[in-house]
């Protein structure tokens, strides 16, 4: 048996994954955030349009989505980088055994 050694992620594999993964984390405490808020008799405050809820209700809106593109972007990049990876490791051992 052969041992496969994982191919190195991108530079751009990396930024992807690190900014959807915080897209996702920050939009999971705007969430909590609007639960606690809304547990503590909290939302005529919520609804009053000032201060930092209008951003905490908004937020999650925009980056869930761009961090489900994001992730799309990321299997695309990923799954293109295995297939020339696999393209690369069949052309090198028929390759062998021609002369």
Same mark, same amino acid.
């Given at each position: 048996?052969?041992? +496969?050694?994982? /191919?190195?992620?991108?530079?751009? +594999?990396?930024? $992807?994954?690190?900014?959807?993964?915080?897209?996702?984390?920050?939009?999971?405490?705007?969430?909590?955030?609007?639960?606690?808020?809304?547990?503590?008799? %909290?939302?005529?405050?919520? /609804?009053?349009? +000032?201060?930092?809820?209008?951003?905490?209700?908004?937020?999650?809106?925009?980056?869930?989505?761009?961090?489900?593109?994001?992730?799309?972007? $990321?299997?695309?990049?990923? %799954?293109? +980088?295995?297939?020339?990876?696999?393209?690369?490791?069949?052309?090198?051992?028929?390759?062998?055994?021609?002369?």
């Amino acid at each position: 048996m052969t041992q +496969q050694t994982p /191919s190195p992620t991108s530079r751009l +594999q990396r930024v $992807l994954s690190y900014i959807a993964a915080a897209l996702v984390i920050v939009s999971l405490v705007c969430i909590a955030a609007i639960l606690i808020g809304t547990a503590v008799n %909290g939302f005529a405050q919520q /609804s009053s349009g +000032q201060g930092l809820w209008p951003a905490v209700f908004t937020f999650p809106l925009i980056a869930l989505p761009i961090a489900f593109v994001l992730i799309i972007v $990321l299997i695309i990049v990923s %799954g293109r +980088q295995r297939s020339r990876a696999a393209k690369e490791a069949a052309g090198r051992t028929t390759g062998k055994g021609r002369r």
